[in-house]
């Protein structure tokens, strides 16, 4: 009787544990102005530069190597389809960019130009 109630207890940790990673995206998610805020820095300091190829007032950027976001105005979820795979000239980041970085960008691209939001 007692061993099982301990394995019950190890097996709740465990399950709580697991919902805490799970809920970190979620938490980053809920505050949209951090989000924003974090993707405006990493447009800037990510290697290489967002900011060195496009241009996009809200980050005082005037790169004209790809188009000028202030007038393509893409979704999030053209922003992050670009970010995973690359397009043309521009390179993936998947590989040195984690998930939450992404959306973060997405959020501060679609946002600062007016397209439409990521999905919640
Ligand atoms: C080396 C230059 C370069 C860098 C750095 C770069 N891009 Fe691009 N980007 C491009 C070019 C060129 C295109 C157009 C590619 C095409 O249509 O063939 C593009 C396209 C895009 C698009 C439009 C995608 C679509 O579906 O049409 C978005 C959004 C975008 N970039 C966002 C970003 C963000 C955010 C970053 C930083 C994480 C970034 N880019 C870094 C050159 C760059």
Do not use: I, N
């Amino acid at each position: 009787m007692r061993d099982k109630r301990l394995s019950l207890g190890a097996g709740a940790v465990a399950w709580v544990l697991c919902g805490l990673a799970m809920a970190v995206p979620g938490l980053a998610r809920a505050d949209d102005a951090a989000l924003v805020a974090r993707g405006k820095a990493l447009f800037t300091t990510v290697k290489p530069a967002c900011a060195v190829c496009h241009t996009l007032q809200a980050a005082g950027s005037t790169g004209q190597v790809g188009p000028v976001l202030d007038e393509l105005k893409p979704d999030a979820a053209r922003v992050l389809r670009a970010l995973h795979s690359g397009l043309g000239v521009m390179p993936s980041y998947a590989e040195q960019l984690s998930e939450a970085d992404m959306q973060a960008l997405a959020a501060f691209v679609s946002q600062s130009t007016g397209g439409v939001p990521l999905a919640r």
